[in-house]
């Protein structure tokens, strides 16, 4: 297995970023889902199942994040953040 920390900063910050990005799109997918189970009436036993996989799978991407150093878990936290705001900009749009 290849350690995280040997590659070059050059290609290991915007590989954690697009990875935070990625990981921050589908945990706040799963966060509206289970809101919108939770609002509709839904089934909770998905709504627990959502919940669950979206916090293992923030938890798995910082993981890999920290094992690459401080600078990577900090550009993956960026990528988290920058999918909250397209995804909060985007409900804007919808409900306007």
Do not use: H
């Not at 290849?2 to 935070?20: A, E, K, M, Q």
């Not at 939770?38 to 627990?48: E, F, N, Q, S």
């Not at 936290?77 to 909250?84: D, F, M, Q």
């Amino acid at each position: 297995m290849t350690d995280l920390s040997t590659l070059p900063l050059i290609v290991l910050l915007p590989i954690c970023f697009l990875g935070g990005l990625f990981i921050g799109y589908g945990y706040f997918r799963a966060l509206r889902e289970t809101a919108n189970l939770i609002v509709g009436g839904g089934k909770p036993l998905r709504a627990i199942v959502l919940t669950l996989a979206r916090i293992s799978l923030l938890a798995t991407g910082f993981f890999i994040a920290v094992l690459a150093g401080g600078l990577a878990l900090l550009a993956a936290l960026a990528g988290v953040l920058c999918a909250k705001w397209i995804i909060l900009r985007r409900m804007q749009e919808i409900q306007t």
